[in-house]
């Protein structure tokens, strides 16, 4: 059973602006509400039906306004990630580590011919201007629009979104997934993880998929997502929870976005490794304080690609908006 009919119809929304609630009678009719057979649990809060000019159709997608009630297009890390998604391969930003402070846009050409020492030099001078010491590090990032494909990812969204809430998981998670982890293609990373939701091959099986030298259902959309969803609801959601509590962090609100991203932590990077950060953090507080203080955080193996994984989250999310908007 889909749910694409029972949705709400925007034409156009902006960050600050209230939708608008002079709906005719026939879009009236279309309210999403709790009591729909698929958004048991108010999965479907979040979710919203967008005009998509190019299919005609209207499609799922999830406007998630917390991003811009908590002001996540003004963080630093988010904008600069924001930036490199919209750079072309060829070119790259030369960037404090800590807080992605942008130094320079510069063309990967004009790096490759400077001498290791030459760099090294360069990146004494950054340090030195801004008076920091050795430790930190100063970045060359190259630019990923090629790998940020959005309008591909969005052909994936209602899908994604029908297969998570069906197995019972916030659709939030399925967009999440999809928009950075194979947002062009399909990918297989260096560690193995293969399909539109990077899993791999034994989160795969544990949950019923086939994987083997005949065949590889991590390619298959639904039953990854299946895969996925499963994972997310049987395992990470549970071990944020356990990790919280363990912090006599208790009461936690599941819709709230910065759980909603420590779970993708754990998706990302196992329960261990982003236990050992918190340990580290020692939060007080259940706010997103928790996912800022992750970015600046390293324990076990959660480092760097760890600590970029929810501001990529934000920044294609905020991306991902920004297109739908101009689309319409």
Not at 79 to 91: G, N, R, T, V, Y
Request: proline share 3%; charged share 20%.
């Amino acid at each position: 059973m889909k749910y694409t009919s029972v949705i709400i119809i925007f034409l156009f929304f902006s960050c600050s602006a209230k939708p608008d609630k002079k709906f005719s009678s026939a879009t009236k009719k279309n309210i999403l509400r709790n009591d729909t057979p698929l958004c048991v649990g108010n999965l479907c809060y979040n979710v919203v039906g967008i005009y998509n000019p190019s299919s005609k159709l209207n499609e799922n997608f999830i406007l998630d306004k917390q991003l811009y009630t908590l002001k996540i297009d003004t963080v630093p890390q988010v904008k600069f990630w924001m930036e490199i998604m919209q750079l072309k391969e060829d070119s790259a930003l030369i960037n404090i580590g800590f807080n992605r402070f942008i130094i320079k846009k510069i063309h990967l050409n004009e790096w490759q011919v400077l001498s290791d020492s030459s760099k090294n030099l360069y990146k004494d001078s950054i340090r030195k201007v801004y008076m920091l010491d050795s430790t930190y590090n100063i970045y060359l990032t190259n630019g990923k629009k090629y790998f940020y494909d959005f309008n591909k990812a969005y052909q994936n969204f209602s899908k994604g979104i029908d297969c998570f809430v069906e197995n019972g998981v916030d659709p939030w998670y399925a967009q999440a997934i999809l928009l950075i982890e194979s947002p062009n293609k399909l990918q297989k990373s260096n560690v193995g993880a293969y399909g539109p939701f990077q899993l791999m091959p034994n989160v795969a099986r544990l949950f019923g998929l086939k994987v083997n030298k005949h065949i590889d259902e991590r390619a298959n959309f639904e039953r990854s997502a299946f895969a996925a969803s499963s994972l997310i609801k049987k395992i990470c959601i549970p071990n944020t929870l356990q990790i919280l509590d363990s912090l006599g962090l208790k009461s936690i609100n599941q819709n709230d976005l910065w759980f909603k991203l420590l779970v993708m932590h754990v998706y990302h990077a196992g329960f261990y490794n982003v236990q050992q950060a918190l340990l580290t953090i020692q939060p007080k507080t259940a706010d997103m304080r928790i996912i800022f203080k992750l970015w600046q955080t390293r324990a076990a193996k959660f480092k760097n690609s760890s600590q970029n994984y929810s501001q990529l989250i934000l920044a294609a999310m905020l991306q991902m908006n920004t297109l739908v908007k101009n689309n319409n």
